[in-house]
């Protein structure tokens, strides 16, 4: 069940009088998701985002630690991008992401923390039901849409990074514990053999069933091995994608020179997905251009993912590389066109 107070007009889109509204499930976590959530809720009063939840740094870290919970901070971010852009939910997204900092005392236990995050925790606390405390957070917020997170469990993110070693000129594999250092191992080398703890944790029951009967499953942007991949890592959520009657869409980063993949081009991405998960397939791939310097090889990675690629320009004006929500909603908007539900 999802808490959803109305259409959304669509902005600076043209859309047809017999446009179907598409169930529209998201995957990812943190930035990326948001973005993608950013702009699908201008296409889909039907939305669902699942959220990554192995997240083991900052706020989220500590209160995961420190409370045993799922880590907040990525769920938080989702519900934030679904506020819509009105007085109250402009209002609620800046509480939700606004974060303590005391500048005079270091310690102050406050420090760091998310508003929401603690409101999520407390909601966790007094219904003692992870989804129900993220449907009351959505209500409060006006959420368009329902935010889920892919496990009921915290889970851990572990790798391994392949390094050169200059005293003896050879390769060494070196283990990576947690999301936070995987996060940044591709500086020092290749990541490698990432998977998840415990490995064959339960999907979270809502979040199978809304892939399950969705119109389209929307995958990506995000961290590759920290956001994206993880949701091919979980035993079932990997086989409700794969088997869904759902159309599949995976959304290509806007830089592909992250801390993660350092030395990843565009079809080495796809590459990681389908060595991870062969049995998954997309129907459409959806990427920037500019950010594609082999497009004959990028185009094959995706055929042997089964998909058809989709080219846009979707980052802002400025050239950073963050995605324009209105840019992003009309190539979602032309990949679901283009293909049908």
Not at 58 to 82: E, H, I, T, Y
Not at 170 to 175: I, K, S, Y
Not at 183 to 202: E, F, I, R, W, Y
């Amino acid at each position: 069940m999802a808490f959803a107070t109305g259409p959304i007009p669509i902005q600076g889109l043209n859309r047809s009088d017999d446009y179907r509204n598409p169930s529209v499930v998201a995957l990812g976590g943190g930035h990326g998701l948001s973005a993608s959530l950013s702009a699908l809720r201008r296409l889909s009063t039907d939305l669902t985002a699942v959220v990554t939840v192995a997240d083991d740094g900052g706020s989220s870290g500590r209160l995961r630690n420190s409370f045993d919970v799922l880590p907040p901070g990525d769920l938080r971010m989702a519900l934030a991008a679904l506020c819509d852009d009105n007085d109250w939910g402009r209002t609620w997204r800046d509480v939700m992401q606004h974060r303590f900092e005391s500048l005079e005392n270091a310690d102050e236990p406050l420090n760091g923390h998310a508003v929401g995050n603690l409101l999520i925790l407390a909601l966790w606390e007094l219904l003692d039901n992870p989804v129900a405390g993220l449907r009351w957070a959505g209500a409060l917020l006006g959420a368009r849409g329902q935010v889920l997170p892919m496990s009921t469990v915290p889970l851990s993110i572990h790798g391994e990074v392949l390094e050169a070693d200059s005293a003896t000129d050879t390769l060494v594999r070196r283990r990576i514990e947690g999301q936070a250092k995987i996060a940044k191992a591709g500086h020092g080398g290749l990541v490698t053999n990432v998977s998840l703890d415990p490995p064959d944790a339960p999907a979270c029951a809502e979040a199978l069933e809304a892939i399950e009967l969705a119109d389209w499953v929307v995958l990506g942007p995000g961290s590759w091995y920290t956001s994206v991949l993880p949701h091919l890592l979980l035993p079932d959520m990997r086989q409700a994608i794969a088997s869904t009657t759902a159309k599949r869409l995976l959304t290509m980063n806007l830089d592909l020179e992250t801390a993660e993949t350092s030395g990843l081009d565009a079809a080495a991405h796809l590459e990681v997905l389908s060595r991870y998960a062969p049995e998954v397939k997309f129907d459409a791939i959806l990427a920037d251009e500019s950010l594609v310097n082999n497009k004959e090889r990028f185009e094959l990675a995706a055929q042997k993912l089964g998909a058809r690629t989709f080219f846009s320009r979707v980052g802002v004006s400025d050239g950073r590389a963050v995605h324009d929500p209105l840019r992003l909603a009309a190539a979602y908007h032309e990949v679901f066109t283009a293909i049908g539900s």
